[in-house]
């Protein structure tokens, strides 16, 4: 597996929408709700989106993940990591987020997930995120906010 610099405006933009979706459809299983707004997204807006993209592709040359995020001068932030299904519990996640991690140097990272999503939850506190809050985003549905340094 390598790590690569994506564009969603290359061609491998529906590729990466296809993933985005299973990956989104499957955290909508785990949480209960298919209200994630990424899992509702369109290329276009995909495409729309100010972030940055890594993806992991595997050695037949496919994009078995992809993680996005929004930085300034003080902070990394984390805007959605997913990974096929079919690629789950394979280090994928943890690859892409510690390279995000290396990328943000001292400034502190900043991710959020489903309340429910454990999977994800574990995945961030292995990797030293610590917990610092919690929303009700939408009526229903939760999402946690990790930070590291935690």
Known sequence: MRIDELSPDSSLGEELLTLQRAAYAVEAE???????PPLHESLDELRSKPL????????????????AWAETAREVDVDRLVVHPGAHRRGVGRALVKEVMTRAGERPVAVSTGRANLPARTLYERLGF???????????LWVVHYAFPG
Do not use: K, M, Y
């Open 130 to 140: 610590a917990l610092r809050g919690e929303d009700e985003v939408i009526p229903g």
């Open 30 to 36: 785990i949480i209960g709700d298919d209200r994630i």
């Open 52 to 67: 940055r993209w890594l993806g992991a592709v595997d050695d037949d040359g496919r994009l078995a993940g992809a993680v």
